[in-house]
């Protein structure tokens, strides 16, 4: 299996667009898991699936943050529009019952 | 809810000796416990985890961790550090249903030639 695999690895905007970030986890993993590390904040989880259903989303910043789940092997986190604030490394991770969470090695977003 | 605190928040120690990173839980029940490394510019990857029986597990590049219950602390180790294991290390505790799941604050450590 490739692991979790996150896209795109780093990502330059414009303050005021949309950005929009992609996961695919593992296959047959029913859990997964978006979260923003940043040094201020460390790792924040923002959003979780189980069985492609959002189960938990308190941790969404705010309203310009959606995250979506459409089927098993794809998820999106999207911002719109952005702001410098938002800038930060973003993971995702997938996990199946009790076996701890694999992660993907995220994407750097950068808002200037 | 699950809280976990990594006192140290950088450590730095010379090649070839002992190491070990400082991780307390708080958790009403048996917790499930992680601890994850770090790379530059990667994710986390997992290095042990503890569910239940033997206190003492062993994970992967030669560490391991021991569950105090009451110490309330899982706390790991590795008997001779390597100049590869320069990383920041996160520990984690899980509720028993494991989807919501706290990291500490991560330690960083730097290795010493």
């Known amino acids: 299996d490739a692991g979790v695999i996150q896209s795109p690895r780093h990502e330059v905007t414009e303050m005021g667009q949309e950005v929009t970030l992609r996961c695919k986890p593992i296959s047959g993993h029913n859990s997964l898991f978006w979260y923003r590390q940043t040094m201020m904040r460390g790792l924040e989880l923002l959003i979780y699936?189980?069985?492609?259903?959002?189960?938990?989303d308190s941790g969404m910043p705010e309203d310009r943050f959606s995250a979506k789940m459409p089927n098993a092997s794809f998820s999106t986190l999207k911002i719109q529009p952005s702001e410098p604030r938002d800038s930060a490394v973003y993971f995702c991770a997938s996990n199946y019952g009790f076996e701890g969470y694999t992660f993907g090695s995220g994407t750097r977003l950068t808002v200037v | 809810a699950q809280s976990v605190t990594q006192p140290d928040i950088h450590i730095t120690v010379s090649e070839g000796a002992s190491l070990e990173l400082r991780c307390n839980y708080s958790y009403g029940a048996t917790p499930y416990l992680f601890w994850y490394v770090q790379s530059p510019g990667q994710g986390l990857q997992l290095l042990l985890k503890y569910f239940s029986g033997d206190t003492l597990v062993q994970g992967i590049k030669g560490f391991e961790a021991e569950f105090k219950r009451s110490q309330s602390s899982f706390n790991l180790r590795k008997p001779s550090v390597h100049w590869s294991d320069a990383a920041e290390y996160f520990c984690a505790v899980g509720a028993h249903n494991n989807n919501d799941m706290r990291f500490g604050a991560g330690t960083r450590l730097t290795v010493k030639p």
């Open positions: 699936f189980n069985n492609n259903v959002p189960i938990d």
